[in-house]
């Protein structure tokens, strides 16, 4: 087993969590093995003595692939965003009036079932996007690696934000528009401002000018 091999398993143990939570932030978990303290300091050296910075920048983008595996195949499951507070995706902020008044007239089940689908819809694109996030692991530079091991705590979710957001949008829209007519998120929303007389509710927001599918992607 080569160095770049070991660091990986060293990160992986930190990173393959069978927490759902954790798993939302996984690379950035790696922040374990350098943030600060004596102790992580005398890691980091230690580290740094037996590794070159490519044998650091190899194992952590194998240690990115094994947290985004695992990731996938948790947030992909029934319930992965859903069941999971921490990447749950909520009413959008622009419905908060109307979930509170149709939650008042006793029909919450309508904005539970729109949240459930909305989350469901995350859930079956998160598996179609694994080759997206791949691609942006595998073209991570040294320097990308040094930034995110020597950087603030969210280094690596800041890395794929910076170097990926707009490629990854541009991928993932469709995947999610697919999912969203799948499982019903249009739908759902129809009924929770119609349904019930709630319809009169709509006109707290402009309920035509939201985007599900961009909201959900995001």
């Known amino acids: 087993m080569n160095k770049s091999v070991r660091f990986a398993a060293l990160a992986a143990i930190l990173v393959v969590t069978p927490n759902q939570g954790a798993m939302a932030g996984f690379g950035d978990t790696l922040k374990g093995l350098f943030g600060g303290g004596d102790k992580a300091d005398e890691d980091k050296s230690s580290l740094s003595g037996a590794l070159s910075e490519g044998e650091m920048a190899d194992g952590l983008k194998e240690a990115l692939s094994l947290g985004m595996q695992q990731a996938v ?6 319930g992965g965003f859903l069941n999971d507070a ?12 109307i979930e ?14 729109f949240v459930a689908t909305m989350n469901h819809a995350a859930e079956r694109a998160v598996p179609q996007a694994t080759g997206i996030f791949a691609d942006a692991i595998k073209s ?23 170097r990926s957001t707009s490629s990854l ?27 019930s007389g709630v319809g009169l509710l709509g006109g707290f927001v402009n309920v035509d000018a939201l985007d599900l599918d961009k909201y959900v992607t995001e």
């Open 100 to 113: 509170k008044g149709v939650r008042f007239a006793g029909q919450g089940n309508l904005a539970d079932q």
């Open 140 to 162: 991570m530079s040294v320097e990308d690696a040094k930034g995110i091991l020597t950087g603030p705590e969210d280094s690596a979710t800041q890395y794929f934000r910076k």
């Open 169 to 195: 949008t541009e991928a993932i829209s469709p995947i999610v528009k697919n999912a969203t007519d799948e499982v019903g998120v249009t739908s759902a929303y129809k009924k929770l401002v119609d349904k």
């Open 86 to 97: 921490s990447v749950k995706i909520p009413m959008p902020s622009a419905l908060e009036k």
């Open 73 to 78: 195949k948790l947030l992909g499951q029934d």
